[in-house]
Nanobody, 117 residues
Framework: QVQLVESGGGLVQPGGSLRLSCAASGITFRDYTMGWYRQAPGKQRELVADITGGDSTKYTDSAKGRFTISRDNAKNTVYLQMNSLNVEDTAVYYC???????????WGQGTQVTVSS
């Protein structure tokens, strides 16, 4: 059974930082590109950042320079370090695992990030 379990969300003031974690089980972790997506109320889910098994990364423009995605293949965990948060970053953040090799795509249950003073 595949599980992606996110943690680390919460309430933070503008300018603050949070680190999200996503622990994966039931998959060959290195075979998967791991991504963080977010969905704000009334908006479509969008990619924030992703990282391949070979550690190649991609960021949406709004995340560049503020967010850092990383992975620990020994722990089957992907992280999203978010700095300089602003109110526009408020959303539910979802962990995603995608493998072209296995033709599989999985989602976590989401974790709420709220940026507010």
């Amino acid at each position: 059974q595949v599980q992606l379990v996110e943690s680390g969300g919460g309430l933070v003031q503008p300018g603050g930082s949070l680190r999200l974690s996503c622990a994966a089980s039931g998959i060959t972790f290195r075979d998967y590109t791991m991504g963080w997506y977010r969905q704000a109320p009334g908006k479509q889910r969008e990619l924030v950042a992703d990282i391949t098994g070979g550690d190649s990364t991609k960021y949406t423009d709004s995340a560049k320079g503020r967010f850092t995605i990383s992975r620990d293949n020994a722990k089957n965990t992907v992280y999203l370090q978010m700095n300089s948060l602003n109110v526009e970053d408020t959303a539910v953040y979802y962990c995603n695992a995608y493998s072209r090799v296995w033709n599989r795509n999985y989602w976590g249950q989401g974790t709420q990030v709220t940026v507010s003073s």
